[in-house]
């Protein structure tokens, strides 16, 4: 059975475990996470044998971010194919939509008075009816 390694013995690689998951990860937030993750899978699995620590923690930090980079991996992919996709106006639908709004307002702008300022005033400049009905 392996023997605990000495937490301050890891500590004194600090910077060469930061420096490989740095090389591996862009993110600074997730490079944090990683190197405490290899401090835990390191304290939790030691070696066999002290002899080559660097080899041993360079290669826990590999995994710790292939396991991690592969969880985000399914988790974006499930997120993605449960996600609807926006349906974005065609462009005929535009215009379609335009055209009808122009003939509404040919249609208030041919209006005799007063309807046509009773409704350019309530439905253009959402005035209230009874602030209309005082004028």
Request: hydrophobic share 45%; net charge neutral; glycine share 2%.
């Amino acid at each position: 059975m392996p023997r605990a390694i000495d937490p301050e013995v890891l500590l004194t690689h600090g910077d060469f475990v930061r420096a490989i998951a740095r090389q591996l990860l862009a993110d600074e937030a997730r490079v944090d996470d990683a190197v405490q993750e290899t401090w835990v899978a390191a304290l939790e699995h030691p070696p066999r044998t002290a002899t080559n620590v660097r080899g041993w923690l360079a290669a826990i930090a590999r995994n710790v971010v292939r396991v991690a980079s592969r969880g985000e991996r399914r988790r974006r992919m499930r997120e993605e194919s449960a996600a609807r996709p926006e349906r974005l106006p065609s462009t005929a639908d535009v215009v379609e939509r335009e055209a009808l709004r122009r003939e509404v307002v040919d249609a208030v702008l041919g209006l005799d008075e007063p309807y046509r300022t009773t409704l350019l005033l309530r439905f253009f400049e959402d005035e209230p009816a009874s602030s209309i009905a005082k004028r």
